[in-house]
């Protein structure tokens, strides 16, 4: 555990909007001019994709730039953060269904550029496909651009508290809160698979580039934990204090417990 309770946010790393329109524009305009450099460079464009409330306005947004303003993405190869375990693919509540329907289906990506780990391997298989997605990854040179929300309990992904910071892509427990936060989305908490695939805190810090996007007054606390806290295993967003490549864009009321 690294103690650094002194140490405050880079604040040239982070930028607070007014509003979660303002912050999720400005997150898709970051992605948008990515993609464009690489067409440029003659090059793929590889994206590190997270679901959930948070990153649906930048989704919307990247839709509209697509479908008004000519943004392609055909050169774009997209490996998404986590998927639970056990899901089918065709369940709504799973993230390949809330991709395609929040994205892909209304972009002009190739579907064999799309990874989400899917979760239909038998559970002897899992260590296998998780090394697997690992070795894709790297065999594309690494993520560009790691799009991240973070948990109440402050994982990325799904890596819960406690999960190691060289951790790579694995099967793992969620965290009773993680559950109680996809009720919403499963409408009872028997619902909620208790396991899922998750990037690796390792994964995740080995991107190019990381934005931290992050909405609304429920974020406000973990959100000081995260960015003013310990640098600990217990708050795995945490270990991106330490990063260079980082930064965080927050609405107002995501960043109203923070002290300039
Ligand atoms: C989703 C993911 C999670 C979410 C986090 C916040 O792919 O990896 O870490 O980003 O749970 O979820 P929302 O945005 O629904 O508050």
Do not use: W
């Not at 990854?137 to 819960?160: A, M, P, V």
């Not at 698979?193 to 992050?214: E, S």
């Not at 795995?236 to 965080?248: A, N, R």
Request: charged share 20%; hydrophobic share 35%.
């Amino acid at each position: 555990m690294i103690k650094s309770s002194n140490i405050q946010p880079d604040f040239d790393k982070l930028t607070v909007y007014d509003s979660a329109v303002l912050a999720s524009k400005y997150t898709a305009k970051k992605i948008a001019e990515l993609i464009l450099q690489k067409q440029k460079e003659g090059n793929r464009a590889i994206l590190g994709l997270a679901t959930g409330n948070t990153p649906k306005m930048v989704y919307q947004e990247l839709i509209r730039l697509h479908k008004y303003e000519g943004l392609s993405f055909s050169n774009v190869v997209s490996f998404n953060l986590d998927e639970y375990y056990p899901i089918s693919v065709n369940d709504e509540q799973s993230y390949t269904y809330f991709m395609n329907n929040n994205l892909f289906n209304h972009v002009d990506i190739t579907q064999e550029n799309i990874h989400i780990p899917h979760t239909d391997c038998s559970s002897n298989q899992i260590s296998e496909y998780c090394l697997d997605y690992e070795n894709k990854i790297k065999s594309y040179g690494g993520l560009d651009l790691q799009l991240l929300g973070i948990g109440r309990n402050g994982h990325i992904g799904f890596n819960e508290p406690g999960s190691k910071f060289d951790s790579i892509t694995r099967l793992i427990d969620l965290h009773p809160l993680t559950r109680e936060d996809a009720i919403e989305n499963f409408g009872d908490l028997d619902n909620v698979p208790h396991q899922a695939i998750t990037m690796g805190i390792n994964t995740i810090v080995q991107a190019k580039k990381i934005l931290l996007l992050a909405l609304g007054e429920r974020k406000s606390e973990i959100i000081k934990k995260a960015l003013n806290g310990t640098i600990a295993t217990e708050v795995p967003s945490s270990i991106l204090q330490t990063l260079p490549q980082v930064e965080y864009i927050l609405d107002r009321e995501a960043a109203v417990l923070i002290q300039k």
